[in-house]
């Protein structure tokens, strides 16, 4: 593996304001893990990438080792080497920095299994082997949360950057409310234009404090994921540089939804044909076999998609968090969802992922459920045509983040999906995290058994 320096030479004589660079990789939970360098390392970094700890691949949630990955004392935490991803050397904007998205290589040039980003390019690849390539976009939803709780100890929704104004409302749809954050909506659209990124629409969501970002359709899914997990940075900085806080928790609000990050996907054979459009009358086969193996390996798939203890507060009835492995058109009650369209432009929306997921991997298990279920001629079943959340409850479903570990832990489907050393290791992380939460006294416990 190697990278063109002459790409950091070019970059650095086109912005003489840069003085230093966020190498940013990404771990199992999807967080930025890396360093700051200097201006002048750049063109070293390209030419010989950086060398980091395998540990940095295996961490939890709150930076600690988890020693059951591997990567840690079992390799005697040596080192591997990073690169940079060709084409995603960018400047931060409003500031005098860069930012480069690194992967993780072995120091013989083997991709790191352990790496999210190789786990989606491997699945990427054996689809184009089978002569399909991935088509998609994700949507991001989250919170503008004031830096402050409230009396009780409660999070609550920003006030207008632009005016100081609050409210406490579902504001769903009001473009009038968008308003007040139209200081900081400017600021995460300049960022992202920056970044290369097609940052379209913004709504105001289902909840206080809620919002929606919808990204430009790409047809390299790859680039998708990047696109959502550096416009999750972008919108963070530029939140916190306006005095208010952007929440990616799946569910921070008690009484009201949480969010998601749908993704939008379809497929294009060699010539560049939807294989999901319809050739005749009826829905394709194509289409209707990927939703099957989305149905068929959603129940061994619900880690990737709600990998928090708090992802499972997200789902409940009503609050546009599917519930059941369901599949409709037009209907948002359900896990997949074929929205309206033309025939041309058919896909499936897949709305099980909180937006606290990480997108590499919940893509590239959303391609492996696809390539199952178009291998295998898996049919759908009956779509749900009615409201999606008066179905009877699915017993293969995992009821709760624990059994959605134990589910994952055993699964060859998602061993394959994520490549046996990221599901090592995504499934050790999930464990530890588990344990770390199991053993946590909540404060629900004092108030109902402290003094009972």
Not at 202 to 209: K, L, Q, V
Not at 214 to 231: E, G, K, M, N
Request: hydrophobic share 45%; proline share 6%.
């Amino acid at each position: 593996m190697t990278t063109d320096p002459s790409e950091a030479e070019a970059f650095l004589a086109a912005h003489p304001e840069v003085e230093a660079v966020d190498v940013v990789l990404h771990d199992a939970n999807g967080v930025g893990r890396g360093k700051i360098i200097r201006r002048h390392e750049l063109p070293a970094l390209f030419a010989q990438g950086r060398l980091l700890p395998a540990s940095v691949l295996g961490l939890d949630i709150c930076g600690e080792d988890v020693h059951e990955t591997g990567l840690i004392w079992d390799t005697g935490d040596g080192d591997v080497r990073a690169w940079p991803v060709p084409g995603t050397l960018v400047p931060l904007h409003g500031t005098r920095r860069a930012e480069v998205l690194m992967t993780v290589h072995t120091l013989d040039g083997h991709p790191m299994g352990a790496d999210p980003r190789h786990a989606l390019a491997r699945q990427i690849a054996s689809m184009a082997e089978e002569g399909l390539h991935p088509a998609g976009a994700f949507e991001l939803e989250f919170f503008l949360l004031d830096n402050d709780r409230d009396a009780a100890g409660q999070v609550q929704p920003a006030r207008a950057v632009l005016d100081g104004r609050v409210s406490r409302r579902t504001e769903v749809y009001s473009v009038d409310h968008l308003h007040g954050m139209m200081p900081l909506f400017d600021a995460i659209y300049a960022g992202a234009e920056a970044a290369g990124i097609r940052a379209e629409t913004m709504i105001s969501e289902f909840a206080p404090g809620q919002y929606e970002l919808t990204l430009r359709y790409r047809h390299d899914v790859l680039q998708a994921a990047d696109d959502l997990i550096r416009l999750k940075r972008i919108v963070r900085a530029q939140a916190r540089a306006m005095g208010v806080t952007a929440c990616f928790m799946a569910k921070p609000m008690a009484d009201s939804a949480g969010s998601g990050m749908h993704l939008h996907v379809s497929a294009y054979d060699d010539r560049g044909r939807n294989a999901f459009a319809e050739t005749g009358p009826g829905w394709s086969d194509r289409l209707l076999h990927a939703i099957g193996g989305l149905k068929a390996t959603m129940a061994e798939s619900m880690l990737v998609f709600a990998p928090h203890a708090n992802s499972w507060r997200r789902f409940a009835a009503q609050s546009y968090a599917p519930v059941s492995a369901s599949w409709g058109v037009n209907n948002r009650s359900v896990a997949l969802r074929i929205p309206e369209s033309p025939p041309s432009a058919r896909r499936i929306e897949h709305r099980p992922a909180g937006v606290d997921a990480n997108p590499y991997l919940v893509a590239a298990t959303v391609l492996a459920g696809i390539r199952h279920g178009l291998s295998a001629c898996i049919d759908p079943g009956a779509e749900v045509s009615g409201n999606g959340y008066d179905l009877p409850p699915d017993p293969d479903l995992p009821a709760d983040w624990r059994a959605a570990i134990e589910r994952a832990e055993g699964s060859a489907f998602l061993r394959d999906a994520l490549g046996p050393e990221m599901h090592r290791t995504f499934c050790a992380v999930k464990r530890a995290e588990w344990a770390r939460v199991a053993r946590t006294i909540a404060d629900v416990d004092y108030d109902l058994y402290l003094h009972a």
